[in-house]
């Protein structure tokens, strides 16, 4: 398995769970549970990512920009959370907050998978690939 790859499995987790968050009513538990599943997949994936992928593109002029903006989306994302965090779940305003959250999400997911994944694998030798993936999926292991 190579970064890409398991970067993907892990984006597929996000999609559906946002898609799920955005689905609820109310102060509920499910709203609770997927919410708290979500903020959890999110954390756990942006550090692995930032660690495993980010830092070594940043290393590298063709990928540094994106890189960069990349890291920034996620803090975007922290920020959206955060709002999330401070406003009751049965405020009218927190279903806005929690679908402005499901945009940044997906296009943060797909910005990734089809603009910088394409010019990381320029960037990233096969051995790195795979290496990246070995370390990434150990990261989400030990924190999930």
């Known amino acids: 398995m190579n970064i890409f ?14 898609k799920k968050l955005v ?7 499910e709203r609770k549970k997927i919410y708290e599943q979500l903020k959890h997949e999110l954390k756990i994936h942006a550090d692995a990512e930032e660690r495993h992928f980010y830092v070594p593109l940043i290393q590298k002029d063709l990928t540094q920009e994106k890189a960069r903006h990349s890291v920034a989306e996620h803090h975007e994302m922290d920020e ?40 990381a694998g320029k960037a990233l030798t096969e051995k790195q690939k795979i290496s990246l993936a070995s370390d990434y999926n150990k990261e989400i292991t030990k924190t999930r």
Request: overall charge negative.
């Open 5 to 18: 790859e398991a970067l993907r499995q892990e984006h597929e987790i996000q999609r559906d769970l946002v």
């Open 23 to 29: 689905s609820t009513h109310g102060d509920t538990q």
């Open 80 to 119: 959206l959370m955060e709002q999330l965090d401070d406003t009751e779940m049965s405020a009218s305003n927190w279903l806005k907050i929690a679908k402005d959250l499901e945009h940044k999400v997906t296009h943060h997911l797909d910005e990734e998978e089809h603009e910088v994944f394409q010019m």
